[in-house]
């Protein structure tokens, strides 16, 4: 198999629009679905592909068997043609009583190991799948945590990862997070250059996050970030407000956003987040994607 680290994999599915872009819906916002339900349902609404976000209730990536289980993924995505990039923003895997921890930036090292440990089982599964990226994220910098501390800790923790990705050939996508230690494109920047850039770490770039903090506009951003996107995740936001969106309900003008996603050349699977609306979840991957075609469409002057 080609390494994603140059190649991102592409399955069989739905052809990609003239511009190149690819979208998927995020299994996050499909979580009252039985997986393979959830399967079914975007390639039959002729989505590229999905982000897997990694669940008890979605690959349990600490349920024995996960091996096994994944390739048995694998062989029913092929058979659907979807492509995958997998996501470890899963709330309460490794905690049942506290959001997203522990983190990479926890004081307790044993915690912060559960958290590399649960990463570098993402990335042996994303070899294992042929996705074409692993998303991450760095957590809130915890109370009593000075920010130079918080960041060694992020480098540190991050390592092992990345020899693990570096050695997998999956990229690992950074998502720059609002409210946490890293939260923006400097901060990405910041991470990156502490690292030494290596090759394995890319970015994770959240349209709706761009909206809601960065100065420049979402399609400055995506112009800005080119060069490191490896995943991108896209809704509808304000701006101030981190609220994930379905499209239309939000501030953000979505053609010159696309416009700019295809002028970068980016060839990863541009994936709808809408984890708060899994409530009604097959209604917004059935909406979400027409939207975006419609926007494909107006970016490049055509009639949708």
């Known amino acids: 198999m080609t390494s994603p680290l140059s190649t991102p994999h592409h399955g ?29 349902l975007l390639a039959d609404l002729g989505y590229d592909g999905l982000g897997l976000t990694l669940d008890h209730m979605h690959l349990d990536p600490l349920a024995p068997d996960l091996a096994a289980r994944t390739r048995r993924l694998a062989h029913r995505l092929d058979a659907l043609g979807l492509t995958v990039t997998v996501e470890t923003g899963a709330r309460y895997v490794l905690d049942p009583r506290r959001k997203h921890g522990p983190s ?4 307790d090292p044993d915690d912060r190991a559960r958290r590399v440990d649960l990463l570098v089982r993402a990335v042996q599964v994303a070899a294992d799948l042929g996705a074409h990226a692993v998303h991450c994220f760095s957590g809130i910098t915890p109370a009593g945590t000075d920010q130079d501390t918080a960041w060694k800790r992020l480098a540190e923790t991050l390592a092992p990862v990345l020899e693990a990705a570096t050695a997998a050939g999956v990229p690992l996508a950074v998502e720059p997070e609002p409210g946490h230690l890293l939260a923006t494109l400097a901060d990405f920047h910041h991470l990156r250059t502490t690292l030494g850039d290596p090759a394995a770490l890319g970015l994770t770039l959240d349209i709706g996050h761009c909206q809601c903090l960065e100065p420049q506009s979402p399609a400055d951003c995506v112009r800005a970030a080119g060069p490191w ?4 995740q896209i809704e ?3 701006r101030g407000v981190h609220e994930h969106l379905p499209f239309g309900d939000g501030d953000i003008d979505f053609p010159p956003v696309l416009a700019a996603l295809a002028d970068t050349g980016y060839q990863g699977l541009t994936v709808v987040e809408l984890p708060r609306h899994s409530h009604a979840g097959p209604h917004f991957a059935e909406l979400s994607l027409p939207f975006l075609r419609q926007a494909v469409a107006l970016s490049q002057g055509s009639t949708p």
Do not use: E
């Open 12 to 40: 069989a599915g739905p052809a990609s629009p003239p511009n190149g872009l690819r979208f998927g819906y995020g299994t996050n916002g499909l979580a009252d679905l039985r997986l393979d339900d959830a399967l079914a």
């Open 229 to 232: 996107l490896r995943h991108v």
């Open 236 to 238: 509808d936001m304000r």
């Open 104 to 107: 990479l930036l926890d004081p």
